[in-house]
């Protein structure tokens, strides 16, 4: 058993989904209403929340994931506190995970209310995926505790959590973080206080240019979804994006998005300084030795061989793995 003490505020889907993850792999958790109702409004989202956890669970152990036993277990970790009983629990958390809705009046009362009732060494974070730490850090009293982490949803079993220290965040606290995230089986990236983070960056960028093919009338939504599933994404399911612009090369990608920005639009296609500085100095990626990563000491025909090996396996289990000789048997 754990002994550090784990208290999550806001009990909406995304609250409800850290609290299961810290549950899952073993910590006890105080999942606390953000907001001070009466208690038979809380009795109702407290029996609600109940469903919705047992539901989770109850589809982890029907694809054989967990076991019955393990749901009891996992269940009884999680605590319910009306925002009335939560003081007792947030004096003793050790790690606070704010998760109420994205409106900064409402984060500035919830963290007004966590500054008078943490521990000064509690470690303070939120779940926003826009907002950023410096502006959230400046609600909190000792913002030098204070750090983002945005879980991706379902919280409990999406691998990733971004985590982004304010300007004022203690090194500590970043390596506490990532620590204890790591411990439950979790993949931290670090990035610095920026709108977006890094996944909703560049899912935003290619989720509206996806939007408009269909409004230029260039694709169906359907082709543009078997498209993105089938040959964007599953790519990238093993090979990062700065891994495929070495892999390919630098200046491949310079090229074609200069035609797509002199053929579509400039401003949607501008190739980003960095990618034109390694171009022009010889920084191509896998082929010259040095692109976004250093290759000089890789041997290439082992790390072309374990990255098609992933892919490939990638491809079994999605059972998209194409039959040899299939044609001979029609």
């Known amino acids: 058993m754990s002994t550090e003490n784990i208290a999550v505020v806001g009990i909406g889907r995304m609250g409800k989904g850290i609290a ?25 989202i407290e029996n609600e929340t109940r469903i919705e956890i047992k539901a989770e669970l109850d589809f982890l152990q029907s694809i054989g994931i967990i076991s019955n036993t393990q749901i009891e277990s996992i269940n009884s970790r999680i605590q319910l506190l009306p925002f009335a009983d939560a003081s007792a629990a947030l004096s003793n958390a050790d790690f606070v995970f704010e998760a109420v809705l994205e409106i900064p009046q409402v984060k500035q009362s919830v963290y007004k209310w966590l500054g008078e009732q943490t521990r000064a060494e509690a470690v303070v974070s939120s779940t926003t995926s826009t907002m950023s730490a410096n502006d959230l850090a400046a609600m909190l009293s000792a913002p030098q505790r204070f750090i983002n982490a945005h879980w991706l949803n379902p919280a409990h079993l999406m691998p990733v959590v971004e985590v982004s220290p304010a300007d004022l965040t203690a090194t500590v606290v970043v390596k506490k973080m990532t620590s204890l995230l790591e411990r439950i089986g979790k993949i931290t990236v670090v990035c610095k206080a920026s709108p977006g983070f890094i996944i909703s960056r560049i899912q935003a960028l290619a989720l509206n240019e996806a939007a408009r093919i269909v409004e230029e009338g260039v694709a169906t939504a359907e082709d543009v979804d078997k498209a993105i599933k089938y040959g964007f994404g599953i790519r990238y399911a093993t090979l990062g994006m700065l891994e495929f612009i070495d892999f390919g090369g630098g200046d491949i990608l310079y090229h074609g998005t200069r035609y797509l920005g002199d053929n579509l639009s400039e401003q949607r296609f501008n190739v980003p300084e960095i990618v034109q500085n390694n171009m022009e100095n010889n920084r191509n990626g896998l082929r010259d030795g040095e692109g976004f990563y250093d290759w000089k000491n890789i041997d290439t025909n082992d790390f072309n061989r374990q990255k098609m090996t992933d892919f490939v396996r990638l491809l079994q289990h999605r059972q998209l793995m194409p039959a040899p000789e299939s044609i001979n048997e029609k």
Not at 25 to 41: N, Q
Request: proline share 0%; no cysteine; glycine share 4%.
């Open 20 to 44: 299961l993850a810290f549950a899952y792999a073993g910590f006890d958790v105080d999942l606390i209403d953000s907001e001070d109702r009466f208690r038979e409004d809380f009795s109702t």
